[in-house]
Every structure is written in C-alpha cells, then in structure tokens.
C-alpha cells in the first residue's frame, strides 16, 4: 500500500450535513453505486444504512423523523437478531488488523498512520468483547417492546393505539433526543466498528477507468484474492444507473435507464465509469 492511500486510514470524525426540508439540492458530482460481494460485507453495508438513518433523523424536531429513528432502531436490532454479529464483526477486525500489519515492513507506508488505525482497532475489539446481548436487547424496556410489537402493523403506531408513544413524542425535543440517544449507546461499538471496516475496504483499493460497450461490462476475478465489494461511479449527470451482480469468480454491470413508471432498460450506448474492485 502507497503512503498515498495510507492516509486513508486515520480515523475521521465524518459529520452529516442534512438538507431542511423544502430546500432544493444539487445533482451531485458523482454517483457511486455499490455491491457487495459476500453476506458479512453485505450485513454491513445494512447497518452503515441504518445508522445512518438513525442519526440523520435523531436531531430534527419534527414527531416523524422521531418515529422514524425509532423505526431505525428496531430494524438495526432486528440485524442482530438473525446471526451472532457481534463475533462476525470482531472476526473482520482482527482479519484487516492482521493484514495491516503485514504493512508495516513496506518503508512507503505511513506507519504513524497505520499504529493510528491498528489502535482503533483493538480498542474497538476490546468493547466487542465486553459488550453483552442483554446491552442490546430492548426486551427489558416495556415502551420501546410495546412499539415494536406493532412495529410490521401497517399504521400500527397510531396515536390511539400506542398514547405512550404519543406522549412520548409530545415531549420537548431535548428529552426525546437524549432518549434515543440512550437507546443507540450501546451499539456505539457496533456502529464505530462498522464504519471503520467499510472505510478501510473502500479507501485501500485502485481505482480504474473503464468503459461498458452498449452498457455492458463484465470482469472475472482472481479467486486467490478475495474481492469484498465492486464499487461503480458515474458522473452526476449520467441519465442511467449501474445495476451490477457477481459472485466469487466474476461480476457483471449494466447500465439501466427508466423514467421511474415503466421496467428499466439497457443503455445501447457505450458508457464510461470508474471501477474499483474492493480487495482488503
């Protein structure tokens, strides 16, 4: 690894700029579509998505971004509750810390840099360890169980079938904040752990320029060096979207267009991107 992409891995404090509603945003410069290419990264990729719903919605005053941080909540501890996530996401630590540190012979590497994220990680996997399942189970918190036994009712958190909960959201806005801040504490390891990992992956792999003849591209890939997550970016501007499939030997892209009420199609025409094929 380059001192250039070393630098990608010091620890950043990334904050999230929300729009207020009403206010009108800019086509961004670039659009990155992602697929991941195993079931750890893919759970992963799940939980980066719903923190940051969670914490999108958790300082905005209106009752709906509150239900709606609440529903993220429950949709992150309904992750946890389909597979031992915990030991998965200590065992991809450990996996990126022993490879990392297999760098630190390699004299273009940063190393202040590298015993930065190295540290992180084993402080990370030490709260791994000491965080228990009862830590993130709400089942022991009567207000939040009786929300999320309604939780896959369609309207099942009316305000006449949950007054707590109507109450709950008639509260000042400080209280409610510092409420569903305690309830997202116990999964800060989780969170933090997640966005490290995923930062790795993305920021220590090259990127290529590419280009997809009438929207079509495909690409084997070395077995022998596990690829985690096929990244694809366009230009902000490009009319169409990446649609991308693979698995362990190869992948495919295609680039679609749709006016949003009828089947997306295939481009016909060649399409430039940029490619990075995840490999840490």
């Known amino acids: 690894m380059s001192k250039h992409s070393a630098t990608a891995m010091q620890p950043k404090h990334q904050t999230q700029t929300v729009e207020p509603y009403g206010r009108q945003q800019t ?8 697929q991941p290419l195993n079931e750890r990264i893919r759970t992963l990729l799940r939980l980066e998505f719903l923190f940051a ?27 946890f509750g389909r597979t031992d996530l915990k030991t998965e996401i200590m065992k991809e630590l450990e996996r990126q ?23 992180e990680m084993d402080i990370l ?18 207000f939040l169980g009786s929300i999320k036994q309604r ?3 369609a309207g099942g958190a009316c305000d006449f079938d949950l007054p707590a909960y109507h109450f709950w959201l008639s509260r000042p806005q400080e209280q409610r904040i510092l409420d569903m801040q305690q309830w997202l504490k116990p999964f800060d390891p989780i969170q933090q752990s997640v966005n490290l990992i995923l930062r790795l992956i993305r920021d220590s792999a090259q990127t290529s320029r590419e280009i997809a003849e009438a929207g079509f591209f495909q690409k084997s890939l070395d077995p022998s060096s596990a690829c985690q997550m096929i990244r694809v ?4 501007e490009t009319p169409h979207f ?17 006016g949003f009420s009828d089947r997306p199609t295939q481009v016909d025409q060649d399409t430039p991107f940029k490619l990075t094929c995840c490999m840490l």
């Open 97 to 119: 810390a022993l490879f990392l540190e297999k760098l630190a012979e390699n004299p273009q590497v940063d190393k202040a840099r590298l015993e930065s994220v190295l540290d």
């Open 27 to 34: 086509v961004p410069e670039q659009v990155t579509y992602e």
């Open 53 to 79: 719903q969670a914490n999108a919605h958790l300082y905005r005053h209106s009752n709906w971004d509150n239900r709606a941080a609440v529903n993220a909540l429950f949709d992150i501890i309904n992750v």
């Open 233 to 236: 970016t366009l230009d902000g």
């Open 125 to 142: 996997i030490d709260q791994l360890h000491g965080l228990k399942a009862q830590d993130m189970d709400i089942r022991n918190n009567d």
């Open 151 to 153: 939780y896959h009712i």
């Open 242 to 258: 990446a649609e991308i499939s693979g698995g362990k030997h190869r992948f495919t892209i295609r680039f679609m267009q749709t």
